[in-house]
């Protein structure tokens, strides 16, 4: 279950994401704003300050995992995920710019993304 919003991740293939900690537990995610309101608060959501040591995404066109820190996000586009607004990833620079022309909004790199800047 996410753990964020208590839904099942399996049922969002395109967009469910997943994280171990440096202690390694794993946390599940339905979508990727599950995943970033979790780091905004990770003790509202696991009662303890998490650290983060392995991120993993799902690109969107491909559906491949791939290392959460280094894709690229398109936010504010009319692609939404199974809450709505989502930070939609993607593998390649490009590839993001390109859904970012044709859908509306703005690439991000992990860094850059918050809770706020997908549900503004």
Known sequence: R?????????RYPR????????KKEKHHFCSTQCLFEFLSNTRKYAKADVKPFRIWVKDYPSG?????KTAYYVVGSGIHGPMGPE???????????????KEGGKVL?????TIDAIKP
Request: net charge positive; charged share 10%.
């Open 2 to 10: 996410c753990l964020v919003c208590d839904m099942f991740p399996a």
């Open 64 to 68: 491949a995992w791939i290392g959460g």
């Open 15 to 22: 967009h469910n994401c997943q994280m171990t900690t440096l």
């Open 87 to 101: 930070a939609v990833v993607f593998n390649m620079k490009k590839a993001a710019a390109d859904a970012a022309r």
């Open 109 to 113: 790199t992990f860094a850059q993304v």
